[in-house]
Structure formats: C-alpha cells, structure tokens
C-alpha cells in the first residue's frame, strides 16, 4: 500500500497565486486532516474530514479551503496566497473505527509564498 | 478546548544514556488516547507509542516507555540506551476517545544526541 499521498513536495508562489495542494490515501480511511507546521509552533489543524461529503473547520482555517468528493481524497486549496501560509502542510488520515486512533501522515509540502 | 504542553523546547543526551521528555495536557474527557511522535529531518511523522487513557499499565515500545498519570494529566517519554538515531523533534499529541476527532499536537521538543 502507498498510504497517504501527498503532492507536491515543495512549491514556491508568489504573492495572490493560488494552488492546490493534492492529498490521497489508498487505506479507505474515513478520516482525513490537514495539519501546517511552522518553525517552533508544532501542528496545528487546518481543516478535517470524517467522510465523503463532511468537512469541518479546525483551528487556523482561514485562507484555506477543502472539499472531501471520494473517500481516498482531500486536496487543499489555497486561493489568495499570502506570506504567513509560508509552512510545511502534512495531510494525514486514520481509520476512525474501533479503537485503532493512529493516524498516518504523508510526507509533507514544504510551501514557499514570496 | 485540549491543550497539550511540551515545556522542553530542547533537551540533549549522550549515546548509550536515558532521557525523559515531559507532556502534560488538559482534558474534561475520561476516554482518549495519547501518543508520541517522532519527526526527524527527513520531516515524515513516525508514531514511536502510543496509550489508552482507559489502561492503568504504562506503554512500552522496545527502548521507548511512558509514564502515563492521569490524575496528573501528564505523559512523559524516556528513552534508554539513546542512540544517534533518536536525534529527532518529538511531539506529544492527544485525542479524545468520544465525538472529538481532532488530533492536538504540542509544540515539540528537540532532542539531540550527543556521541
């Protein structure tokens, strides 16, 4: 199995570019998040799924938007790029049944705005 | 809300010694999970432990073991026989066991291994 999928691995935008950030899991995993991590602040949680069709907010969304048509997807659009979304954008998922709480990260998108 | 708490920005070790990284969190829940993760310069996130809320016995992972206290709502790790290959950011990350389906991460906490 492939796992979580993310592409791509770095990109450089300039200032008000807009791009998507592409995330798959070949797990069939019900839930799927999209964390940013800055230099010294650890993860924080952008936006999460807990299924096809549902999406919700997480704590810095703003700037940002998802949308969850299939179950193996869950790309992450940035419309209006700005400096401060300079990050590494990990996506991640996990099952969300029994008592398995693991989740599995990609590899990240390491994101420049200039 | 939770909040997960790492007060060790940075801690060193020497190979072959034993470490122990702090977490505490805050939570209303009685069911939830907490975990230790590893992120070394290669940036992947890699799961090192993981314990049930619900169990009263201590996780242990090969060289990696916690102490879990709830009443104290802390977690710490401790790392024995330190290789090089721990030199890593370690984070500490809760979630709750009933509707909250958020993962919640501290801030880290950089350890580096001295030869």
Same mark, same amino acid.
């Given at each position: !199995?492939?796992?979580?999928?993310?592409?791509?691995?770095?990109?450089?935008?300039?200032?008000?570019?807009?791009?998507?950030?592409?995330?798959?899991?070949?797990?069939?995993? !019900?839930?799927?998040?999209?964390?940013?991590?800055?230099?010294?602040?650890?993860?924080?949680?952008?936006?999460?799924?807990?299924?096809?069709?549902?999406?919700?907010?997480? &704590?810095?969304?703003?700037?940002?938007?998802?949308?969850?048509?299939?179950? &193996?997807?869950?790309? +992450?659009? +940035? &419309? +209006?790029?700005?400096?401060?979304?300079?990050?590494?954008?990990?996506?991640?998922?996990?099952?969300?049944?029994?008592?398995? &709480?693991?989740?599995?990260?990609?590899?990240?998108?390491?994101?420049?705005?200039? | 809300?939770?909040?997960?708490?790492? @007060?060790?920005? $940075?801690? @060193?070790v020497?190979?072959?010694?034993?470490?122990?990284?702090? *977490?505490?969190?805050?939570?209303?829940?009685?069911?939830?999970?907490?975990?230790?993760?590893k992120?070394?310069?290669?940036?992947?996130?890699?799961?090192?432990?993981?314990? $049930?809320?619900?169990?009263?016995?201590?996780?242990? $992972?090969?060289r990696?073991?916690?102490?879990?206290?709830?009443?104290?709502?802390?977690? @710490?790790?401790?790392i @024995?026989?330190s290789q090089l290959g721990d030199a890593a950011?370690?984070? *500490?990350?809760?979630?709750? #066991?009933?509707?909250?389906?958020?993962?919640?991460?501290?801030? #880290?906490?950089?350890l580096?291994v001295?030869?």
């Open positions: !199995n492939a796992g979580v999928t993310q592409t791509p691995k770095f990109r450089i935008l300039k200032i008000g570019q807009s791009m998507t950030l592409q995330c798959t899991q070949d797990m069939n995993h !019900n839930y799927m998040y999209w964390y940013r991590q800055d230099p010294g602040m650890g993860l924080k949680l952008i936006y999460y799924s807990v299924g096809a069709g549902i999406t919700d907010k997480g &704590e810095v969304p703003n700037g940002y938007n998802v949308s969850r048509s299939t179950t &193996e997807d869950f790309p +992450l659009r +940035l &419309e +209006l790029a700005a400096p401060s979304q300079t990050s590494v954008y990990f996506c991640a998922s996990r099952p969300g049944t029994g008592d398995n &709480e693991k989740l599995f990260f990609g590899s990240g998108t390491q994101l420049s705005v200039l | 809300a939770q909040t997960v708490t790492q @007060s060790q920005p $940075e801690m @060193s020497q190979e072959a010694e034993t470490v122990t990284l702090s *977490c505490t969190y805050d939570t209303s829940e009685s069911d939830y999970y907490l975990f230790w993760y992120q070394p310069p290669s940036r992947q996130m890699i799961l090192v432990i993981r314990q $049930e809320a619900y169990k009263q016995q201590n996780a242990t $992972e090969n990696f073991s916690v102490n879990f206290q709830k009443a104290a709502k802390s977690f @710490s790790l401790k @024995s026989d950011m370690y984070f *500490c990350a809760y979630i709750g #066991g009933g509707s909250n389906y958020k993962l919640t991460f501290g801030k #880290g906490t950089l580096t001295n030869p």
